[in-house]
Nanobody, 117 residues
Framework: QVQLVESGGGLVQAGGSLRLSCAAS???????MGWYRQAPGKQRELVAV???????HYADSVRGRFTLSRDNAERTAYLQMNSLKPEDTAVYFC????????????WGQGTQVTVSS
């Protein structure tokens, strides 16, 4: 059994910064780690994803402002969010794609990010 624990959300003024963390328990290998977000009344959307440590893809809306990083030894993904905008307000979810023997992805519990204007 694996578990994801997210932290780091909160309230910040526009132009500010926050860093989200997502720690994966256990020892199952990890292929990809990423972040998604869901604003009220909207569908969940991709923010950033790291695929097996080889490449990172960002949504156009956050490219240049957000940075996804991984600490493989700590099994933790980070999302550094700079120059935050009110439209970044959403619940942010961590997603981790596990390898053998699980071979499926898991979601974190979500953390609220609110950016005030």
């Amino acid at each position: 059994q694996v578990q994801l624990v997210e932290s780091g959300g909160g309230l910040v003024q526009a132009g500010g910064s926050l860093r989200l963390s997502c720690a994966a328990s256990g020892s199952v290998s990890i292929y990809g780690m990423g972040w998604y977000r869901q604003a009220p009344g909207k569908q969940r959307e991709l923010v950033a994803v790291d695929i097996n440590g080889s490449r990172t893809h960002y949504a156009d809306s956050v490219r240049g402002r957000f940075t996804l990083s991984r600490d493989n030894a700590e099994r933790t993904a980070y999302l550094q969010m700079n120059s935050l905008k009110p439209e970044d307000t959403a619940v942010y979810f961590c997603n981790v794609d596990f390898g053998d023997p699980i071979n499926q992805d898991y979601w974190g519990q979500g953390t609220q990010v609110t950016v005030s204007s």
